[in-house]
């Protein structure tokens, strides 16, 4: 007889509120926010709790994955529901599912898809204050400004108006299978051959929203494409300006890196649809 019920859990995070998903010591994450609440609904401790994805600090989450293993004698139907059940905990659409034990969050993901919010046209001092407001710096005693609304709070606001067309343009550069050295925080020995499948650029409720999917990113490579992108939207550069960028296959070729707050972690494909919403 098994020992444990193995569970997936897709859980969603508002990313400002935590110091990315793995648990640090005296700090807030996600991890360690979604193991409280598994435990609270459990009643008892959850062991091999793993994640699928490890966002960074500041970048959110719609459906990143986890597994984790829980007593027999548990009932994972009773701590499914009781998981839900939203609890002012920086987590929201939290759920669970029983699983063979062959599944694992670092190998149930075939792919993943990112999203990035920018607000354009906003004036350069409204920037500066959300920049401050945002980053906890203290800004002058007194600033008279209105504090970050919800789409604030989650996109890049920047001064130029972008054009997405420019920045569809460029995109196409970068879809498809290629070296993305150039887009890379520091590679180390990771290979950086990595797969595009689709890359789309439109205006969706006064911000230009960029959509990004693939079988696997290396570190901050998602926020650094969003930063050549928005410096050609804004007329800096042509758009086959990311085809020489990426041909370059050096970091020193490519522009500035976008901030963490407007990134979000769409989803995980998974092989299998285990939630039955797909």
């Not at 991890?31 to 970048?59: F, K, M, N, Q, Y």
Request: net charge positive.
């Amino acid at each position: 007889m098994p020992r444990h019920h193995r569970v997936l859990i897709r859980f969603g995070y508002d990313g400002s509120r935590f110091y990315g998903v793995p648990p640090q010591p005296g700090l807030p994450t996600a991890g360690a926010a979604l193991r409280a609440r598994l435990e609270h609904a459990a009643g008892t401790r959850a062991r091999a709790l793993a994640w699928a994805s490890r966002t960074d600090r500041g970048v959110h989450a719609r459906g990143n994955l986890a597994t984790a293993a829980l007593p027999w004698d548990v009932d994972p139907v009773r701590v499914a529901a009781r998981v839900a059940v939203p609890r002012g905990d920086g987590l929201f659409d939290v759920a669970l599912r029983p699983v063979p034990e062959a599944v694992h969050a670092r190998n149930v993901g075939v792919g993943k898809w990112y999203r990035f919010l920018v607000q354009d046209g906003v004036p350069s001092d409204r920037v500066q204050f959300l920049a401050r407001t945002l980053g906890r710096q203290r800004g002058p005693a007194g600033e008279p400004q209105r504090v970050p609304d919800a789409v604030e709070r989650r996109s890049w606001p920047v001064t130029p108006r972008l054009e997405p067309h420019r920045m569809q343009s460029a995109a196409c550069h970068l879809v498809g299978t290629h070296d993305f050295s150039s887009f890379a925080a520091r590679l180390g020995a990771q290979d950086p051959v990595r797969t595009v499948s689709a890359l789309q650029v439109g205006r969706v409720s006064g911000c230009v929203q960029v959509d990004v999917r693939g079988a696997g990113f290396l570190r901050y490579m998602v926020r650094n494409i969003v930063g050549l992108l928005v410096e050609i939207g804004a007329g800096l550069h042509p758009p086959d300006h990311a085809r020489v960028v990426r041909e370059a296959r050096s970091r020193e070729a490519a522009g500035l890196m976008a901030p963490a707050r407007g990134l979000s972690l769409r989803r995980i494909d998974t092989a299998r649809d285990w939630f039955g919403d797909r």
